[in-house]
């Protein structure tokens, strides 16, 4: 079995144990763990099985298949699975009573299974993405539009430390964990991109830890049952020195004093309207990377929410604070099909699609409606004599049949037949309504603190000062006098040349004395 999480490389094909999410239709995507046990299950002697309103589907089928597979529906026995059965379809029993043929099909090992008439599913890898359109609701779950956009802003990528405050049901946990992932650490020294995730909650932190290892993210994803608010982000008493932080959290400004370099005095988080510290330590241990500028996004629902949140960034030091609302709507791209013979279904528009149909169905009306009051004429007039008086002469009036819609294929040889599938006019349109609100985000930047010997450094490696052609090396006054003194001598070589050319040209010469 692979070490390496399905979530990050799944491989080509399913295999026995791994997770696999069925997708039963647009909205609804099932995670099984494959089970591939040749005993009965639950009854089944076909093994474990998964029963949808599509059919059921042994366990069996799924494993082996290349990811996205389409998978047919299975005719299972359900006969040893305690139903009752109708009068004389009753098995034989042996002398003390028993069910030979639920003990044998219970004993069995897995048959051949034979597909259905019909119904199906798709086995897809486990991706952030879909896992979240999946997993179990714990809490308020942070969705792909919003994460995506997190993990770009607060620039997550491979080797990075992300802090995690709510861990919830996992969504943007697993999503980090494979912006950050660089590879698995191969001890405690070796530094690797890692997700350092905060859960206040005893239950969802023990059912975070819990797939966290049966999803192989234990080296990637650390999760740690703390109070972020009271007891900070240190691990074991270290630090994490994150460089990218999310906090989703109901009051994301109380954990925003353990984010800063140094220790907030007592007097700006009083400012602020927020406790003291309970950390006593003279040595104040930053969670964050001391030599690198850290962004941090906070996820909150209501807008006083973000007030506060934004009133003690700017007291903390953090800059360049924007709120941004993430409003997603999706675009439905379908092949719009016209036609008078159309069926009534989802996509389609009952209208001619030419000019020859549109005649053609003027035809047919014009047909039935002299057929229908044909009787109901005076019997001096005839129809037919007055169409011939007229000139016209209806082709299919004398057959006695109505004349039929033009068929979707093509009357003119040679010409292409075209698909069902491919039909129509592709077009797209969007949703009607935008999604109802989810968060509102907050970012901002802590820039990174440039200490004296930094600034010496620079100095040494870029001096400043020394410039010659560079703005900010000289006054004002200088660079005024020196664009003085440019367009003076530009003026006097034009002058020189003028000058030249008339010493060498002697009609010009003469010109000017007369």
Same mark, same amino acid.
């Given at each position: 079995?692979?070490?390496?999480?399905?979530? @990050?490389?799944?491989?080509?094909?399913?295999?026995?144990?791994?997770?696999?999410?069925?997708?039963? #239709?647009?909205?609804?995507?099932?995670?099984?763990?494959?089970?591939?046990?040749?005993?009965?299950?639950?009854?089944?002697?076909?093994?474990?099985? *998964?029963?949808?309103?599509?059919?059921? $589907?042994?366990?069996?089928?799924?494993?082996?298949?290349?990811?996205? #597979?389409? *998978?047919?529906?299975?005719?299972?026995?359900?006969? #040893?699975?305690?139903?009752?059965?109708?009068?004389?379809?009753?098995?034989?029993?042996?002398?003390?009573?028993?069910?030979?043929?639920?003990?044998?099909?219970?004993?069995?090992?897995?048959?051949?299974?034979?597909?259905?008439?019909?119904?199906?599913?798709?086995?897809?890898?486990?991706?952030?993405?879909?896992?979240?359109?999946?997993?179990?609701?714990?809490?308020?779950?942070?969705?792909?539009?919003?994460?995506?956009?997190?993990?770009?802003?607060?620039?997550?990528?491979?080797?990075?430390?992300?802090?995690?405050?709510?861990?919830?049901?996992?969504?943007?946990?697993?999503?980090?964990?494979?912006?950050?992932?660089?590879?698995?650490?191969?001890?405690?020294?070796?530094?690797?991109?890692?997700?350092?995730?905060?859960?206040?909650?005893?239950?969802?932190?023990?059912?975070?830890?819990?797939?966290?290892?049966?999803?192989?993210?234990?080296?990637?994803?650390?999760?740690?049952?703390?109070?972020?608010?009271?007891?900070? !982000?240190?691990?074991?008493?270290? #630090?994490?020195?994150?460089?990218?932080? !999310?906090?989703?959290?109901?009051?994301?400004?109380?954990?925003?004093?353990? @984010?800063?370099?140094?220790?907030?005095?007592?007097?700006?988080?009083?400012?602020?309207?927020?406790?003291?510290?309970?950390?006593?330590?003279?040595?104040?241990?930053?969670?964050?990377?001391?030599?690198?500028?850290?962004?941090?996004?906070? $996820?909150?629902?209501?807008?006083?929410?973000?007030? +506060?949140?934004?009133?003690? /960034?700017?007291? %903390?030091?953090?800059?360049?604070?924007?709120?941004?609302?993430?409003?997603?709507?999706?675009?439905?791209?379908?092949?719009?099909?016209?036609? %008078?013979? /159309?069926?009534?279904?989802?996509?389609?528009?009952?209208?001619?699609?030419?000019?020859?149909?549109?005649?053609?169905?003027?035809?047919?009306?014009?047909?039935? $409606?002299?057929?229908?009051?044909?009787?109901?004429?005076?019997?001096?007039?005839?129809?037919?004599? *007055?169409?011939?008086?007229?000139?016209?002469?209806?082709?299919?009036?004398?057959?006695?049949?109505?004349?039929?819609?033009?068929?979707?294929?093509?009357?003119?040889?040679?010409?292409?037949?075209?698909?069902?599938?491919?039909?129509?006019?592709?077009?797209?349109?969007?949703?009607?309504? *935008?999604?109802?609100?989810?968060?509102?985000?907050?970012?901002?930047?802590?820039?990174?603190?440039?200490?004296?010997?930094?600034?010496?450094?620079? !100095?040494?490696?870029?001096?400043?000062?020394?410039?010659?052609?560079?703005?900010?090396?000289?006054?004002?006054?200088?660079?005024?006098?020196?664009?003085?003194?440019?367009?003076?001598?530009?003026?006097?070589?034009?002058?020189?040349?003028?000058?030249?050319?008339?010493?060498?040209?002697?009609?010009?010469? +003469?010109?000017?004395?007369?």
């Amino acid at each position: 079995m692979s070490t390496t999480s399905p979530f @990050l490389d799944p491989g080509p094909l399913t295999t026995p144990g791994a997770l696999a999410l069925v997708h039963l #239709s647009r909205d609804n995507v099932v995670p099984v763990y494959l089970n591939d046990d040749s005993s009965t299950v639950d009854g089944y002697s076909e093994g474990a099985v *998964i029963n949808t309103r599509f059919g059921s $589907f042994p366990h069996s089928t799924l494993i082996g298949q290349p990811w996205g #597979s389409q *998978i047919r529906a299975s005719i299972v026995d359900t006969g #040893s699975r305690g139903r009752k059965r109708k009068l004389g379809n009753v098995a034989d029993t042996d002398a003390t009573g028993n069910d030979t043929e639920a003990v044998a099909s219970s004993t069995s090992n897995t048959k051949d299974v034979r597909t259905a008439a019909s119904g199906f599913i798709h086995v897809l890898p486990p991706t952030p993405e879909i896992w979240t359109s999946s997993l179990p609701h714990r809490t308020q779950v942070v969705y792909t539009p919003d994460y995506s956009y997190i993990l770009h802003r607060i620039r997550a990528r491979p080797g990075a430390q992300i802090i995690e405050a709510g861990s919830g049901s996992g969504s943007f946990t697993h999503a980090a964990a494979r912006s950050v992932y660089n590879g698995y650490p191969k001890g405690p020294e070796e530094k690797k991109g890692k997700v350092w995730s905060f859960e206040f909650n005893y239950d969802r932190f023990l059912k975070m830890q819990e797939e966290v290892k049966d999803h192989l993210l234990d080296g990637i994803v650390q999760v740690t049952n703390r109070d972020v608010y009271k007891d900070g !982000f240190l691990v074991n008493d270290e #630090s994490p020195e994150a460089e990218c932080i !999310f906090l989703d959290v109901p009051a994301p400004w109380q954990a925003l004093p353990h @984010l800063s370099r140094r220790k907030p005095t007592h007097a700006l988080l009083a400012s602020g309207g927020l406790e003291p510290l309970t950390e006593t330590s003279s040595d104040w241990k930053s969670p964050i990377c001391p030599d690198r500028a850290v962004h941090i996004c906070t $996820f909150s629902p209501c807008i006083e929410q973000v007030t +506060k949140t934004v009133e003690i /960034m700017r007291r %903390l030091g953090w800059m360049d604070i924007e709120m941004v609302e993430v409003a997603h709507r999706k675009i439905n791209v379908l092949r719009e099909k016209f036609g %008078l013979n /159309m069926p009534l279904e989802r996509g389609t528009n009952q209208s001619p699609r030419d000019v020859a149909e549109a005649i053609t169905r003027l035809k047919q009306i014009d047909s039935r $409606f002299k057929s229908s009051y044909k009787g109901t004429q005076d019997t001096d007039v005839n129809m037919e004599d *007055i169409d011939a008086e007229n000139g016209h002469k209806d082709p299919n009036a004398s057959s006695g049949r109505d004349v039929d819609v033009v068929d979707n294929k093509s009357s003119i040889e040679g010409a292409p037949v075209v698909k069902p599938w491919a039909a129509g006019r592709l077009v797209h349109r969007t949703e009607a309504e *935008i999604k109802t609100h989810t968060s509102y985000l907050v970012f901002a930047i802590l820039p990174q603190e440039w200490s004296e010997e930094q600034e010496k450094a620079a !100095f040494e490696k870029w001096p400043c000062g020394k410039e010659s052609k560079v703005i900010g090396s000289l006054d004002k006054e200088t660079r005024k006098k020196e664009k003085r003194d440019m367009l003076h001598g530009i003026k006097q070589k034009k002058i020189a040349a003028v000058k030249a050319l008339g010493s060498d040209n002697p009609i010009m010469k +003469k010109t000017k004395t007369e």
